[in-house]
């Protein structure tokens, strides 16, 4: 498995930046679409997700990655440098990098160039200290319960999971991508009666938003 970082930046507008006339608003998300635009050759964009309704902290969800922090690290700068960084301010940001997993060759749907779904349900999480003393054997019984359960929601589900260690509060960042979101409740409630849930400490913020392409995302807070 190649290795990619991955970052999921979420961002929330000012009151001051329905202040500004609608031509400076535009002119804004031109600026930072021109940013994403310099980076395309090495940062992807997975999509835009408007979290509009479904939390009050986001308005937008970018979830991006590339084979080199540093480019996304600088793609962030830039925004925060250009007109529309200085009306918005970031309550969560994300990174992981992708690795082989301990039980499970799966392979994250974004690294294998599958389609985004029309929306997105993003979590970090821990896992308690009680989990990693485990054997080896135990652990992969508890994480084989686990996928078993998610499995019945394939290919209605696309399942994204990434390392966090050491890069953030979290240990694991996990997406999950569907076309229909009675799906991601079902899904999402059936694993609650995986075995794994007795070793969960914490996984918040749930984020869960709508697919846009960048320009367009941006724009309904035009």
Not at 92 to 110: R, Y
Not at 117 to 139: D, G, H, Q, T, V
Not at 179 to 192: E, G, N, Q, T, Y
Not at 210 to 219: A, E, M, V
Request: proline share 4%; with cysteine; aromatic share 16%.
């Amino acid at each position: 498995m190649q290795e990619q970082f991955t970052a999921q930046l979420a961002i929330k507008f000012t009151s001051q930046w329905n202040q500004l006339g609608k031509k400076e608003r535009l002119e804004a998300v031109e600026a930072v679409a021109a940013i994403f635009k310099q980076y395309e050759d090495r940062v992807g964009l997975r999509g835009t997700y408007i979290v509009q309704g479904f939390q009050g902290h986001t308005d937008i969800l970018f979830w991006m990655f590339s084979e080199h922090f540093d480019d996304i690290q600088n793609l962030q700068l830039e925004v925060r440098r250009s007109t529309l960084g200085a009306y918005i301010d970031t309550p969560h940001a994300f990174v992981g990098i992708t690795k082989p997993f301990e039980f499970s060759e799966h392979p994250t749907s974004f690294a294998i160039g599958m389609t985004p779904r029309k929306y997105l349900c993003f979590y970090p999480f821990i896992r308690k200290p009680e989990y990693y003393l485990l054997p080896a054997w135990e652990r992969k019984a508890v994480i084989g319960n686990h996928g078993e359960i998610g499995h019945e929601f394939v290919p209605d589900i696309l399942t994204n999971g990434v390392y966090g260690f050491g890069l953030g509060d979290y240990e694991w960042l996990l997406t999950f991508e569907t076309d229909k979101l009675s799906h991601l409740v079902d899904c999402v409630r059936k694993l609650r009666e995986s075995k794994s849930r007795l070793y969960m400490q914490d996984e918040h913020p749930f984020i869960v938003g709508r697919y846009f392409d960048l320009k367009d995302g941006l724009l309904q807070y035009v």
